[in-house]
């Protein structure tokens, strides 16, 4: 028996990271330009870590009182 799924691609493209998150590419680049959000930066492509951009989510969390 084999498995057919994919496995989940620990670097994604600004389009993937958009998709990722729930945004727009724009907001996506705007982290990268900011610093908020570290970027690999392999020529002119952006990569963005899962694990950067699962931190980035708990960063911006925010708890009732």
Do not use: C, E, H
């Not at 600004?14 to 727009?24: H, P």
């Not at 970027?39 to 990569?47: I, Q």
């Amino acid at each position: 028996m084999t498995n057919n799924s994919k496995p989940t691609p620990r670097l994604f493209n600004v389009r993937d990271a958009a998709a990722y998150l729930g945004t727009t590419v724009w907001f996506i680049r705007n982290l990268g330009w900011s610093d908020s959000l570290p970027v690999l930066k392999f020529g002119n492509r952006w990569l963005f870590d899962k694990a950067d951009l699962d931190a980035y989510v708990d960063r911006m969390k925010t708890q009732s009182a």
